[in-house]
Structure formats: C-alpha cells, structure tokens
C-alpha cells in the first residue's frame, strides 16, 4: 500500500507546506506502479499541485533520484509538467511538479490518441536530442531509438492485438513507413532493429 500524506513526518509537510503555501485538501493519487507517495494537493491560494514523496530507504529510491535530476534539467516549453521544487527531508525523497488534469492515453485500435502519442514523442525527441552535443548523437539516437522500439511494439499491440514476432515482421513494412515518417530518433534506432527483424 502506498503511503498517504499523513504518513510523512511532520517537517516533511511544513517544507511541502513552505514551498506552496498551506495545504487544506489532499487527494490520493492511487494509479500508477512507483510504490512512493502520490496525491494531488490544494492549497489555500486555490492552486494545484502533484506530490510524489518515497523514502531513501525504499529500492525505488533511485529511480525517484533520477526523476529528481532530470526534473531539473529539462528545456522549458515541453508537453511535460515541470517540476517546482524537489530535495530530501528527513529521510524522503519530495518532488512537487505541475499538476495537469488528464487521463492514460488509450493505444486500442483506431484511437485518436495514438496519434497525439506519436506526435508527442516526435516533440520530445527534437526538443531533448537538439541539446545533445553533436560528438554524442549517434550514441543518443540509439539509445533513444531503443525507447522508441518499445513504443513502437505497444503501437503495433495495440493496433493490430496481441502480436508474436511473425505478425510483427508481417507487418514490416507498414511499420518501416511508419518509423521513415517520425524523425531522427526513429531513423537512427529503429530503422535499423526493423531492417534487422526484416
């Protein structure tokens, strides 16, 4: 079970509490699969904010870690809320982003949010490889084109249904369009897995 906000020791809140002003409701944010603290909080100046908090303590410890600086580096303008304050208090790790009222992006067959995925990730990809220097971009492209593989192996299970690897190859060369049409991390990592599965 994931700890709720009264679980946080007390100067845990009062440094949340410091940083956006007077918490007055709390609302447990239960979806997800990180085991650490999830709650969108309203505070007293009518605003929202979204709280992930984990122990340092916990094996997802790290992960929140690396949550935390990359938070903190990201380029402005991104489909991406923006972390406001993050540090460790008393044995927790806090992270106090952006809250964006939303819902999952539904990948079934013919839905317009795949699209809007697609999209979304070709955004990312310009924005974040644009600030990689020139003598690291082919390791970044295929690291980046190993994240896009997996996205692509949703996309196609979810377009097609639950695919083995010989409905993946048959499918090859729709995907292959698919993957010439969506950019350089595309292009530079997957390109060539697809033209291996071939």
Known sequence: MKPQWDDLPSNVRGTVEQQIGQVLKVEPVTK????????????????????????????????????RRVGTVLPPGLPAPRLRWSGEVEGWIV??????????????????????????????????????????????????????????????????GPVEGRDFRARHAELLDWARSHGRLYRAGVLHILAWLA
């Open 95 to 160: 992270l106090l982003h952006e809250y964006v009222d939303g819902r999952d992006a539904d990948l079934s067959p013919g839905s317009p949010d795949v699209p809007l995925v697609l999209d979304t990730l070709v955004v990312l990809n310009e924005a974040l490889l644009a600030r990689v220097p020139a003598w690291w971009s082919a390791p970044a492209d295929a690291v980046t084109g190993l994240a896009a593989l997996w996205t692509l192996f949703r996309l196609c299970k979810a377009r097609f």
């Open 32 to 67: 997800g699969l990180m085991p650490g603290l999830a709650a969108r909080l309203h505070t007293e100046d009518g605003g929202t904010v979204f709280l992930k908090a984990v122990s340092t303590v916990s094996p997802a410890a790290s992960l929140y870690e690396r949550e």
